[in-house]
């Protein structure tokens, strides 16, 4: 009997690891136009630590590739980057990437060109937008700002922001060399609204590996992020992971857009009542939108329901307000907002654009990220230098 046990137990051994060596990537790279092997490109999963090259007859191969939904990033200068979204039951996987040859871009038909001295005028609001003004981002070094490009669109009031290739990020505070494809970048001055988007790769700055005093700064940076939320939101773990988390619900100011509309025309009718304009001042002071919480918190059941076998999906109307109760504010982010009050637990708000549901797993990726929008204490503390790769535990 105990035979028979033991030999159960080496079969269900064995079948775990034979699964594992199958999530693996195979494949090769080659020109789109001449079909010619494409050496030394960059192949890796975005938000990881997964990466590798392909070599010189193109072929590469990455092994123990993380299961849910990600995206297999391939880049090489002087080609456009491609990028393949795969799922768990798609592993193994085997692929052909035909690169094709980008195309330079013809500044003189450009009808707002690029800006001569961009990062002179915006290198500063580039990195505060990007890199974040934490304290890790004291630490944070862009080693080839130089590939950046700034466009300042007057007629679009937006600025937006371009590279020539991957930036190469130093973070000394956490301990990573950030290898970031910049994909998209516009901050819009008339919402002050900011969207960025790309693919990262993780490796460590030193080959020694993190500093004790960097694998502290980890994990100050991964408690209380997006990435343990989703994380927790996954495995049920909301309440014990310190989470709270209202229905939030924003409806029109409508007896202040009735004062807007009221005090124009008493402005341009010349009608000045002392007890009116003490009215108008308290309602104009108020908010455009109304807020309405939730009376209770709610449960990780209530938000997602059962995707495939590696993943889950994430849907809510309205917005979602969360509260990490076992952290409180940053300086930094009081500084930021100016804000000049006493520290308060971390607060977000968070949307899904258009309505449309996101994919989580358990490590806390998801996916598509740009459905995902926050504001509040997340709109400042997600940036580049508290980033983490999805596997850094």
Known sequence: MKYAMFFLFFIFFTGKTIAQNDNYIKGKIVNGETGAAISNASVFITNTSKGTVSNNSGDFELVNAPVGTYDLVVSCIGYETQV????????????????????????????????????????????????????????????NYTVLHFRNSKKKNQLAVTADEPLIIENKSLGYKIKY???????????STLLYFGYSLFNELSQKGPRPWQIKNREKAYYGSVQQFLSSLYNNHLAADGFEVKRLTKTLNLEKDRV??????????????????????????QPDMLEKYGQSFLTADSLITEGDAATKKLFFVDYLYIVYKKEKEDAEYLQYTHESRAA??????????????????????????QDFISYGYWAWSEKVATMLPLDYK
Not at 115 to 134: H, L, N, P
Not at 186 to 191: G, I, L, N, Q
Not at 260 to 285: P, Q, T, V
Not at 348 to 368: E, H, Q, R, T, W
């Open 84 to 143: 393949y979204t795969y799922k768990a039951s798609q592993l193994p996987m085997h692929i052909q990437v035909q690169m094709k040859p980008k195309a330079e871009e013809l500044q003189e038909i450009v009808i707002e060109p690029y800006e001569k001295d961009g990062w002179e005028k915006w290198g500063k609001f580039f990195i505060e937008s990007f890199i974040g003004t934490s304290d890790n981002a004291k630490d944070c070094v862009i080693k």
């Open 181 to 191: 494809q910049l994909e998209g970048f516009t901050y819009s001055f008339k919402e």
């Open 260 to 285: 807007k509309k009221l005090f124009k025309e008493n402005h341009m009718a010349g009608i000045n009542r002392k007890d009116s304009s003490e009215y108008y001042d308290r309602i104009l002071r």
């Open 344 to 369: 308060f637990y971390q607060r977000s708000v968070v949307l899904l654009l258009n309505n449309k549901p996101i994919f989580i797993d358990a490590a806390g990726n998801y996916y598509m990220p």
